[in-house]
């Protein structure tokens, strides 16, 4: 599984940081790439509301709640959860391209600045209303993640594949090439394009 592009941005309230993400997640969802946001607040705010039967789980001790509907899927963690934890959490449930978060202050997520608010760490640069400079920005991030692809491997069992973090990726892969590179009669000159094994008892 590849690592999704992660970029947040950050501004004072009002300078139009909800508007920039919404164009942004509009235009590269129509260019199919699957996009995820995030909204962090250093606000105190409760999504659940009294009276809800959600809310009363939580008020009786419930520390996690999962709501199904037919169409939404909707977690409540009665903690806070660090930033990276989110995200960490959202990529191990499912396979996004990109992900935008609002309110980034994390000194390891590369961000773009909105308006005159302090400098903060790993800023890139400073949105001056050219939305292309920022959709260029993201598109060389995504295509440099696409020419990563090649370095990685795909793991299909029984025809499903098997969605892979970075270790278990680096892992697979640096055993099987060096197990194959040590077999009498193969002779590897290039790098290794293709592994195929089939297996039946």
Known sequence: MLKPVIIGFYGFSNSGKTKLITDLILHFSKMNFKVASIKQSDKSYNID?????????????????????????????????KLRNCIEYIILNNNYDLILVEGANDPYISKIRIGN?????????TYDKDINRVQSFINNKLNERCDNMKKNIELKVNGKKIPLTDFPNEFIKNTLIGMIKSLKGIEVNE??????INYSK
């Open 117 to 125: 608010k302090p400098l903060i760490k790993n800023t890139i640069f």
């Open 49 to 81: 509301q009294k009276g809800k039967d959600t809310y009363n789980f939580i008020k009786n001790g419930s520390s996690a709640i999962a709501f199904l509907t037919k169409n939404q899927t909707s977690f409540i963690f009665n903690n806070k959860m």
């Open 191 to 196: 790098e290794i394009q293709n592994i195929n």
